[in-house]
């Protein structure tokens, strides 16, 4: 079973409508990150979160929120989702105590905003 | 805020071609990380570099550190189709918490 999962991977909304992307991880790390990717970009930190209580915007917080359910579990909202939304979304975690910054990438979700 | 720019931006090699694909860094580099991305999916880790001078190699894949440069490079050897796809690099962000990505090289391995 893969370590870092997200749900749904593929996603069509409309204008306005509130989504929610989900992903969990087994592998027991205390960072989660929420990352977008659109073609030519590279990947661009959305959240991060470095344990149940401590939750950070990133670059491009403006549009999103975040909730960190459990250790496992840390979920991307879009309030009012809009079609520049349109993009791959992928969740990453990383232990604080691994000694480096490596993280672990989900298989992403493909959100399209109509 | 450190930036990261990758070159070439896309790529097309022959299979068994060797090929370098750069990542340089507007600041000093602690921490340089190398991912591959298949099309429409996660990515994966190939290596880590934190040391200036640093090379380290995985099959057919070498990933050197030079420091001074701000510079990282990743060389592969004898390409074969099951290398392409998206090659990101990413740096040890600002106070080591986060990482900072580069915009990704494209490859494309043809027969």
């Known amino acids: 079973d893969a370590d870092v999962t997200q749900t749904p991977r593929n996603r069509i909304t409309k204008t306005g409508k509130r989504i929610m992307l989900e992903c969990s991880q087994t592998?027991?790390?205390?960072?989660m990150y929420w990352y977008r990717q659109d073609p030519g970009l590279g990947l661009q930190l959305i959240y991060y979160s470095f344990d149940v209580k401590d939750i950070n915007k990133g670059e491009i917080s403006d549009g999103y929120s975040v909730s960190r359910q459990a250790q496992a579990k840390f979920s991307l909202s879009l309030e009012s989702a809009i079609p520049n939304q349109t993009a791959l979304y992928f969740c990453?975690?990383?232990?604080?105590?691994?000694?480096?910054?490596?993280?672990?990438f989900g298989p992403g979700t493909r959100l399209t905003v109509l | 805020s450190q930036e990261l720019e990758q070159s070439p931006q896309s790529l097309i090699v022959q299979e068994g071609k060797n090929l370098t694909i750069n990542c340089t860094s507007s600041?000093?580099?602690?921490?340089l990380y190398w991912y591959k991305q298949k099309y429409g999916e996660g990515l994966i880790f190939l290596m880590m570099?934190?040391?200036?001078?640093e090379e380290k190699s995985h099959e057919k894949i070498t990933a050197k550190l030079d420091e001074k440069k701000q510079q990282s490079s990743l060389h592969i050897t004898a390409s074969q189709p099951s290398h392409a796809g998206i090659y990101l690099c990413?740096?040890?962000?600002?106070?080591?918490?986060?990482?900072?990505f580069g915009t990704g090289t494209r490859l494309l391995v043809s027969p």
């Open positions: 990453a975690t990383s232990d604080s105590g691994g000694g480096n910054n490596e993280q672990f």
């Open positions: 990413g740096a040890d962000g600002a106070g080591f918490q986060k990482l900072v």
């Open positions: 592998k027991g790390h205390d960072r």
């Open positions: 600041k000093t580099l602690y921490g």
């Open positions: 570099l934190q040391k200036g001078g």
